[in-house]
């Protein structure tokens, strides 16, 4: 599999690695975005946006646990294969990760599979 990290739409460029979507929604100011692999295991549901801040947590945490880290990573694996990506993005529009489930799945992943996965940002990829 290749490099995963997390990254917001905003903050994505291109040499940056090959986006996932893993929002309902699409960054339509972003050409060809439609055309981005899109990891539905980590997707929150829309439901969950009405919900209170904890309940959003727990119902996104039980998704992610449903569909377990097996099987995220052999999707994982497979957008690595369609794409040749050497670095997986999981992207949406929140700005930080500490505001979204950008964040819940890096915690999760980490908790479940032992892995970090970092948040990149364009100014970090501008050095």
């Known amino acids: 599999m290749s490099n995963l ?10 040499a940056m690695g090959q986006p996932v ?4 929604g699409l960054p339509k ?3 060809g975005a439609a055309d ?3 990891l539905w295991e980590a997707t929150p549901r ?10 959003f947590e727990d119902a996104y945490l039980d998704q992610l646990e ?18 040749g990506a050497q670095t997986l993005l999981l992207c949406c529009f929140e700005p930080l990760p500490t ?20 948040e990149i940002t364009s100014e970090e990829n501008a050095s």
């Open 5 to 14: 990290a997390t990254c917001s739409y905003r903050a994505w460029v291109p």
């Open 21 to 24: 979507r893993t929002s309902l």
């Open 29 to 31: 100011w972003i050409t």
């Open 36 to 38: 981005w692999p899109r």
């Open 46 to 55: 829309g439901w969950y946006f009405g919900a209170h801040p904890e309940a």
């Open 66 to 83: 449903r569909y377990g880290p097996k099987r995220i990573a052999a999707r994982l694996a497979a957008i690595t294969r369609e794409t």
């Open 99 to 118: 505001d979204c489930h950008r964040g819940l799945f890096a915690q999760w992943w980490l908790h479940s599979v032992g892995e970090v996965i970092a």
